[in-house]
């Protein structure tokens, strides 16, 4: 349950006015699917990413303005942390799960950052994924600590991701988080996805994504399908109606129709296993669809 406090509108790296609102929240740290707990301290993301799942959150904070325009800052994110730390059971915490907990505002609001060093000071694993260099600021705090930093990499091709992704860190950023990860002696992680179809999911494009996972030395690595979840299509849709045409009927074809994903998703996974047996990671790969 959260309350709104304030509204203010603000320049957050995007290139249009954000609206950002302070909220008071009850719970931060809250059971997970994919970890022990999830932590976010933002409702709403900048960067504005085309396939963002965390879109579904509107079902339940409905806002005017579109995704990537708005991000709820939960200003009491540190004492409500602290307060639940005193029952808690020590366990993984994935960082974020409904945003990126590295965003653009956290440079200033610098929340997640916090939450991390409570965290970390009460013997919790702290799993960050994030598409933000901003994470480096905060290798201190990871230091000699359970910490695992992963990004997400869509695409290698760099006008892919920024059509995709306009707002998040160029890709060449977040292999650099993954390289001075390794050199501070953190665990890594990677998250490939979501693959796009016809664009970033051919084999060339897998191999070249594990190849470079592999000369990484990354620890764990995800790779997942474009899915259809709530909200995610309209984006989707309206993208590829606007830049690539040729796309859009064979996108919807592939979400929608039953048959056809099945056949999509089976080969894709054959794809990508035969591409970590290739470089030798098999073990380190997980398929996520």
């Not at 957050?12 to 609102?21: F, K």
């Not at 708005?70 to 005193?86: G, S």
């Not at 994504?209 to 620890?219: F, T």
Request: hydrophobic share 40%; net charge positive; proline share 4%.
């Amino acid at each position: 349950m959260e309350q709104t406090r304030q509204v203010s509108t603000q320049a957050t790296g995007s290139p249009r006015p954000v609206a950002v609102r302070e909220t008071v929240c009850k719970t931060i740290l809250n059971r997970g699917g994919i970890s022990d707990y999830s932590l976010n301290c933002y409702t709403g993301c900048t960067h504005a990413c085309a396939y963002c799942y965390a879109r579904y959150v509107q079902r339940f904070h409905p806002h005017a303005e579109a995704w990537g325009e708005f991000v709820d800052v939960k200003v009491n994110a540190v004492e409500t942390l602290t307060r639940q730390l005193r029952r808690a059971e020590p366990g993984a915490v994935f960082v974020s799960s409904a945003c990126d907990g590295w965003q653009p505002l956290e440079a200033e609001r610098r929340l997640t950052r916090r939450c991390c060093e409570l965290l970390l000071e009460r013997g919790f694993q702290v799993n960050v994924l994030t598409k933000s260099d901003l994470v480096l600021r905060d290798f201190d705090v990871f230091a000699g600590r359970q910490v695992q930093v992963g990004t997400t990499v869509t695409t290698l091709d760099d006008r892919l991701q920024a059509l995709w992704e306009p707002q998040a860190a160029p890709i060449e950023r977040r292999f650099q988080v993954i390289e001075e990860a390794r050199r501070a002696g953190l665990s890594t992680s990677i998250m490939f996805g979501p693959l796009l179809p016809r664009l970033s999911d051919e084999q060339a494009s897998i191999d070249a994504m594990l190849q470079r996972a592999a000369e990484l030395k990354i620890d764990r690595i995800w790779v997942d399908a474009l899915n259809a979840r709530p909200r995610v299509w309209p984006s989707v849709a309206e993208l590829l109606r606007r830049d690539l045409p040729r796309l859009c009927e064979s996108y919807r074809r592939l979400l929608f129709d039953r048959t056809a994903r099945e056949a999509y998703l089976a080969e894709l996974g054959h794809r990508v296993r035969a591409a970590a047996r290739r470089v030798r990671i098999v073990d380190r790969v997980s398929v996520c669809f």
